[in-house]
């Protein structure tokens, strides 16, 4: 979503920009078509076919089709990297000695290093990754994601910008809270297991209020079920609604809660703590989670440790001691966000990045 934001905000500046993306949907493909220029939301984009159907993404014809054609572009942002449609134009890019920015969007953190296939990530970052990575320059979204790069590379430069993330238009989310007898708390977001979901629904037998917790969001069956059970083993089953996937009114979804809940292991920024603020619904994140200086130095929410006894603790705290905050941060977070994160000043930071590039390069 920040990606085709960040596309469809610097189409409007009147910015060249295409798009090189495959057919992925899943394990599925897109219905669309291909090798063909189609105009989406005013961006220019292009649809490769891919002949794997897992995360490598490898996509001969985009690759063909970047080696003939990237010579005509000042510039090449690569989003996240371990998938072989971004490491392989990156290093058709600079093969071509066309500069790349990239972003890697949490996938070269030492918690990515660490979890799935890190034999495989250690060895390739080993012996190709990192001369790669050395000569891009990155894009990140917080300083913590900056430092923790600094551990493992040394890039050409490096840029902290925040994403890009649709706000909504309905100034009326900026309403006194009414709080109800159960406490509403909200888990958004992909249901993975980097996204501690696993640590709250642990967490919840020590919460001693009356509370409901909804949970949005999709992802792997077998770990959803085995979620599922963890639930009805801590016998909170009958507390929790299980919404699916939320695109359409997350907003008022957002609103209609207490206190949105995120205690990843890990987290380079956090688009939902954004949209949660920007409806004045708080929040209580993982300390790892990048957003995690902001909130705590805007005052607009909590931080806790990854781990049950911290976040219901951290829970039960909220509940019965700050309400006045929660009925403060209703009020004052839309505002604070919009401020923040307008998206035609974000834009300029963004092209600002660009033009220092090419100009340098």
Same mark, same amino acid.
């Given at each position: 979503?920040?990606?085709?934001? *960040? ?7 009147? #910015? ?7 057919? &992925? ?27 794997? +159907? ?9 690759? !063909? ?9 000042? *510039? ?7 998938? $072989?449609?971004? !490491?392989?134009?990156?290093?058709? #890019? @600079?093969?071509?000695? /066309? ?8 996938? @070269? ?13 250690? =060895? ?26 600094? %551990? ?6 490096? #840029? ?16 006194? +809270?009414?709080? #109800? ?7 958004? =977001? ?9 640590? *709250?629904?642990?967490? $919840? ?24 059970? $963890? &639930?009805?083993?801590?016998? !909170? ?12 009114? +997350? ?62 603790? &951290? ?10 905050? $929660? ?30 590039? /090419? %100009?340098?390069?």
């Amino acid at each position: 979503m920040s990606v085709s934001m *960040l596309c469809e905000q610097l189409a409007i500046t009147g #910015a060249a920009i295409t798009v090189f993306t495959t057919t &992925a949907n899943g394990t599925d493909e897109l219905p669309v078509v291909i090798n063909q220029p189609v105009n989406l939301d005013g961006v220019t984009v292009i649809y490769f076919t891919r002949i794997t +159907k897992d995360h490598s993404h490898f996509s001969p014809s985009l690759l !063909i089709k970047l080696w003939k054609e990237v010579e005509n572009y000042d *510039l090449v942002h690569v989003h996240a990297w371990w998938n $072989l449609v971004s !490491i392989l134009s990156c290093l058709v #890019a @600079l093969t071509r000695k /066309i500069p790349v920015v990239l972003s890697p969007r949490g996938t @070269l953190s030492a918690y990515s290093f660490a979890n799935s296939n890190q034999k495989i990530k250690g =060895s390739f970052h080993k012996f190709l990754g990192r001369r790669l990575l050395n000569k891009c320059y990155f894009h990140v979204t917080s300083e913590q994601e900056k430092k923790a790069l600094l %551990n493992i590379i040394q890039p050409k430069g490096m #840029a902290i910008i925040p994403n890009l993330v649709k706000l909504p238009v309905n100034a009326g989310y900026q309403k006194e +809270k009414q709080f #109800a007898p159960d406490f509403k708390l909200l888990f958004f =977001s992909r249901i993975d297991e980097k996204k501690g979901l696993d640590i *709250l629904l642990n967490a $919840l037998p020590m919460v001693s209020v009356p509370y409901c917790l909804t949970i949005a969001g999709s992802g792997d069956e077998a770990y959803i079920k085995y979620l599922k059970k $963890l &639930a009805a083993d801590n016998h !909170i089953d009958k507390h929790i609604n299980w919404a699916g996937f939320r695109t359409e009114n +997350k907003f008022d979804l957002f609103n209609a809660h207490d206190l949105f809940i995120l205690p990843s292991h890990d987290e380079n920024f956090g688009n939902t703590i954004i949209e949660s603020l920007s409806t004045g619904t708080a929040v209580l994140i993982g300390q790892n989670v990048g957003l995690a200086n902001y909130t705590v130095k805007n005052n607009l929410g909590w931080l806790c440790e990854t781990n049950p006894e911290s976040v219901s603790t &951290a829970i039960n705290n909220i509940a019965v001691n700050y309400k006045n905050d $929660l009925e403060r941060i209703k009020k004052q977070a839309p505002a604070i966000i919009y401020k923040d994160f307008a998206p035609n000043n974000l834009v300029q930071q963004y092209l600002t990045l660009y033009n220092q590039i /090419i %100009n340098y390069d």
